[in-house]
């Protein structure tokens, strides 16, 4: 049985708890916008399309037990600032509901088109994927992450199931470590031949021809092309820049947003120290030591070879390329 991070219930929404991964699968039922914005905020669910169905889900509950839609819209729309999945699908929740639609079915339509969405931008990428690639990763960009099948980690999903005999360098992807714990989770699951690694060994594996492209998600790209991603990934794209490794995007048209034109403009979410200075209970600084934590980073079009969607495959990346793939 495919992984799935959610499944809507008609009045209430199931959603796996992904901060007690890999150790527990505990499920919430989250019965109102509150709930869901909370599971948003303290990242049980994360993940841009992800965030983006269970917020419109959030909307049909809160909207349903007769809160001023306004108010449903601007409680989810506060939890998180950069993935810009979260507003795109409450934007259309919003006109969905003005135009008199079934906003039930709105929201399953979203669910049901980011998956199908997921499943085309595995296809399309798996034709980039040569025989027996060794792939590296960033953070988690699977099922746990969007509707189901994954972004990019949808496009080694493919890979592995069309039998290319593909590995995956899987980065633990530090502070909340969504590679170790939710990748290596998801791939161990199928039994995609993986291998945990630290951040900071990427580059090295680079320079000894160990890696033969990058592959990561986005939580919003601009009408230039300029990626936010997890913190970390335009580290990544410089060293692979570095090494002449292919550095591909995999995300699907609702990540666009195209009233942004330069990365230096996309809100980067800050999040608190604490999640720097412990790891899930452990201490790992002394308590009064300053942290700064910045969940995303911007990767510049330059540095990204292609960006792969459900609607083409945009190379290469500029305002002209994507204007044509998403029109
Ligand atoms: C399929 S997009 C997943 C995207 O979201 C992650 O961020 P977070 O775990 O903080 O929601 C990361 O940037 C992934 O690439």
Known sequence: MEVKAFYWKGDYLLLLDQRKLPQEEVWLELRDHIQVAQAIINMSVRGAPAIGCVAAYGFVLGVKRGVDPREVYEVLKSTRPTAYNLFWALDRMLSALSSG???????????????????????LGNELIPEGARLLTHCNTGALATAGWGT??????TAHY??????VWVDETRPYLQGARLTAWELLK??????????????????????????????????VGDVANK????????????HGV????????????????????IPIEERGEEEVKNCFGAAIAPGDTPALHLAFD????????????ERGIIKPVNEESIQRCLS
């Open 101 to 123: 639609k079934d906003i039930e079915q709105e929201a399953q339509l979203i669910e049901r088109e980011d998956y199908e969405a997921n499943k085309r931008i595995g296809e």
């Open 162 to 167: 069309s039998g290319k005999g593909i590995s």
């Open 298 to 309: 911007v990767t510049p079009a330059e540095n990204i070879t292609a960006i792969i969607t």
């Open 231 to 242: 913190i970390g990934t335009y580290s990544l794209s410089v060293l692979a820049k570095e």
């Open 246 to 265: 292919p550095f591909y995007v995999a995300a699907p048209s609702s990540t666009f947003d195209l009233s942004t034109r330069s990365g230096e403009d």
């Open 190 to 223: 199928e039994g995609v031949p993986h291998k945990l690694i630290t951040d900071s060994t990427a580059g090295f594996l680079m320079k000894k021809g160990l890696v033969d492209l990058v592959i990561v998600g986005a939580d919003r790209i601009t009408a």
């Open 152 to 157: 990019a980690l949808g496009v080694i999903r």
